[in-house]
């Protein structure tokens, strides 16, 4: 087998078919570079060799019995919120650490049913809460880009595998940025779905209203089809979207002719980093090449979503955390003296500072006498947030700008100034507010560094947004180039 694979997984996939490799083969070519490679990167957790080729060898008899689909034998990577059967799921938590999921999430399911093989467990921030990977018990992720910088977060453990080659397609979540946000600092393409089309049974729960897993790869086109594997109604999830199965590959070749494009006036401001500015404009101007219109737009409460965001996600997150309370489950103080002590040890020593700090910030907003001021004011922004984008969506189709306000930082750079880094999810979070479609896929470098620009589209428009960045994929090959280490 030829060590330069093809990056696509419908390549990949190809190969499978005409018999090129076997998924058993392909599996030890993944495993074999996580072996050599990972060290210097940390983006997985725990790794699951053995059981891979196991299911690498179910995948290719599938195959040979003529059951083959068009993910079958393809490997990926598994951010370690998802939990799996027998399988460590810490959400890279002390509280975790010695967690072995009883069940497989629904995700993960569906992943195994369309014959995908589980690569490992990748690394993350804690109960991914975070933007740079840096929150994480078991440690910082580099950048395969420059490893002294951030990938990204919080699921930047997937966002390094897939860019590092380690493996072609991953999972992540997005809260408020988190699969978008790792996609655009490593130079990958990323996916976060309509909020209610990825079922969150077996997701770990960070702020249940906000939270959406999604796929990570190469391209719009990979995106597409994990989508199809990963999306559906369930009945486990009462948040589930019932709505009919559909083919997210199925408007990849739409014309781009006629889409309206919207750019929104309050993401192009002077927060923005010039060189970013300028490939999101190169990119739109690409777009229009092919024939879509561009207008500008407004999304006049853009400014109040960080607000809302940081006093929503942290109420969500303090009443789904009150679980982990050392006598249920997780981990436990030793020797505690009594009751009180079994849950302030157990909560002290199990959650790391970031997750204390959402904790608090979240209880206070919760509490009486303050919950009319923050929880239900920022409930109400939401609303207002959402009625921008309805209105801007009866004139455009899809809205671009770009997924983050610089390119990867130096690790280290903001971990002792939490509002610097929060300020960074100023593009991303307003999508999980309203609940909207949002991908980010790669629009050039700065510096040496990639660059994501941010589509984001109405309610269930998934398959026309990822028809539209595959398009300028077509016409651009930002999503091909690989970090020079790690070709
Ligand atoms: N960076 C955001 C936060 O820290 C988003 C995290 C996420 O999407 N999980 O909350």
């Given at each position: 087998?030829?060590?330069?694979?093809?990056?696509?997984?419908?390549?990949l996939?190809?190969?499978?078919?005409?018999?090129?490799?076997?998924?058993?083969?392909?599996?030890?070519?993944?495993?074999?570079?996580?072996?050599?490679?990972?060290?210097?990167?940390n983006?997985?957790?725990?790794?699951?060799?053995?059981?891979?080729?196991?299911?690498?060898?179910?995948?290719?008899?599938?195959?040979?019995?003529?059951?083959?689909?068009?993910?079958?034998?393809?490997?990926?990577?598994?951010?370690?919120?998802?939990?799996?059967?027998?399988?460590?799921?810490?959400?890279?938590?002390?509280?975790?650490?010695?967690?072995?999921?009883?069940?497989?999430?629904?995700?993960?399911?569906?992943?195994?049913a369309?014959?995908?093989?589980?690569?490992?467990?990748?690394?993350?921030?804690?109960?991914?809460?975070?933007?740079?990977?840096?929150?994480?018990?078991?440690?910082?992720?580099?950048?395969?880009?420059?490893?002294?910088?951030?990938?990204?977060?919080?699921?930047?453990?997937?966002?390094?595998?897939?860019?590092?080659?380690?493996?072609?397609?991953?999972?992540?979540?997005?809260?408020?940025?988190?699969?978008?946000?790792?996609?655009?600092?490593?130079?990958?393409?990323?996916?976060?779905?309509?909020?209610?089309?990825?079922?969150?049974?077996?997701?770990?729960?960070?702020?249940?209203?906000?939270?959406?897993?999604?796929?990570?790869?190469?391209?719009?086109?990979?995106?597409?089809?994990?989508?199809?594997?990963l999306?559906?109604?369930?009945?486990?999830?009462?948040?589930?979207?019932?709505?009919?199965?559909?083919?997210?590959?199925?408007?990849?070749?739409a014309?781009?002719?006629?889409l309206?494009?919207?750019?929104?006036?309050?993401?192009?401001d002077?927060?923005?980093?010039?060189?970013?500015?300028?490939?999101?404009?190169?990119?739109?101007?690409t777009?229009?090449?092919?024939?879509?219109?561009?207008?500008?737009?407004?999304?006049?409460?853009?400014?109040?979503?960080?607000?809302?965001?940081?006093?929503?996600?942290?109420?969500?997150?303090s009443?789904?955390?009150?679980?982990?309370?050392?006598?249920?489950?997780?981990?436990?103080?030793?020797?505690?003296?009594?009751?009180?002590?079994?849950?302030?040890?157990?909560?002290?020593?199990?959650?790391?500072?970031e997750?204390?700090?959402?904790?608090?910030?979240?209880?206070?907003?919760?509490?009486?006498?303050?919950?009319?001021?923050?929880?239900?004011?920022?409930?109400?922004?939401?609303?207002?947030?959402?009625?921008?984008?309805?209105?801007?969506?009866?004139?455009?189709?899809?809205?671009?700008?770009?997924?983050?306000?610089?390119?990867?930082?130096?690790?280290?750079a903001?971990?002792?100034?939490?509002?610097?880094?929060?300020?960074?999810?100023?593009?991303t979070?307003?999508?999980?507010?309203?609940?909207?479609?949002?991908?980010?896929?790669?629009?050039?470098?700065?510096?040496?560094?990639?660059?994501?620009?941010?589509?984001?589209?109405?309610?269930?428009?998934?398959?026309?947004?990822?028809?539209?960045?595959?398009?300028?994929?077509?016409?651009?090959?930002?999503?091909?180039?690989?970090?020079?280490?790690?070709?």
């Amino acid at each position: 087998m030829s060590d330069t694979l093809p990056r696509s997984v419908a390549s990949l996939a190809a190969g499978l078919a005409r018999g090129e490799y076997s998924s058993v083969e392909l599996t030890r070519h993944y495993l074999d570079r996580i072996a050599a490679l990972d060290g210097a990167l940390n983006s997985f957790i725990t790794v699951c060799a053995e059981q891979a080729l196991a299911e690498a060898a179910a995948a290719d008899a599938a195959r040979a019995a003529g059951h083959a689909g068009p993910l079958t034998g393809i490997p990926y990577a598994n951010k370690d919120i998802f939990c799996t059967r027998g399988v460590r799921t810490s959400c890279a938590s002390r509280m975790l650490d010695n967690f072995i999921a009883p069940y497989d999430a629904t995700a993960v399911e569906k992943l195994r049913a369309a014959g995908l093989v589980m690569l490992g467990k990748t690394n993350m921030d804690e109960f991914a809460m975070g933007s740079s990977n840096e929150s994480s018990y078991y440690g910082p992720v580099a950048n395969p880009w420059d490893l002294a910088r951030v990938p990204g977060g919080s699921s930047g453990g997937s966002a390094a595998a897939v860019a590092a080659g380690l493996a072609p397609l991953a999972t992540g979540t997005d809260t408020g940025g988190s699969i978008r946000q790792p996609a655009a600092f490593c130079g990958i393409s990323g996916l976060k779905p309509t909020y209610g089309r990825v079922s969150r049974y077996g997701m770990i729960a960070f702020a249940s209203s906000l939270d959406q897993g999604g796929p990570m790869g190469y391209s719009a086109e990979d995106l597409a089809l994990m989508l199809n594997a990963l999306a559906g109604f369930d009945l486990r999830d009462s948040t589930s979207i019932e709505r009919a199965d559909e083919d997210f590959t199925r408007l990849l070749d739409a014309p781009v002719a006629g889409l309206r494009i919207g750019l929104p006036r309050e993401y192009f401001d002077d927060q923005l980093d010039a060189g970013i500015r300028a490939c999101v404009e190169a990119a739109v101007k690409t777009l229009q090449a092919r024939g879509a219109t561009v207008q500008e737009i407004s999304l006049p409460h853009m400014s109040l979503a960080i607000p809302a965001y940081y006093v929503i996600a942290p109420a969500e997150c303090s009443s789904n955390l009150s679980r982990y309370d050392g006598a249920r489950f997780g981990y436990r103080c030793a020797d505690p003296k009594d009751l009180t002590d079994l849950y302030c040890r157990s909560r002290g020593e199990g959650f790391g500072a970031e997750v204390k700090r959402r904790i608090l910030i979240g209880t206070y907003a919760l509490s009486s006498g303050y919950y009319d001021a923050y929880y239900r004011k920022a409930q109400q922004v939401r609303r207002l947030l959402r009625d921008d984008f309805m209105q801007a969506f009866d004139e455009v189709d899809v809205i671009i700008g770009p997924t983050t306000p610089t390119v990867a930082y130096q690790t280290g750079a903001h971990s002792k100034d939490p509002v610097t880094m929060y300020l960074g999810d100023i593009y991303t979070t307003a999508a999980n507010l309203a609940g909207l479609p949002s991908l980010s896929i790669p629009a050039g470098f700065v510096d040496g560094l990639p660059v994501g620009m941010q589509m984001t589209a109405a309610h269930f428009d998934e398959a026309r947004m990822l028809g539209l960045a595959h398009q300028y994929q077509r016409d651009s090959d930002w999503h091909l180039r690989a970090p020079a280490a790690f070709t």
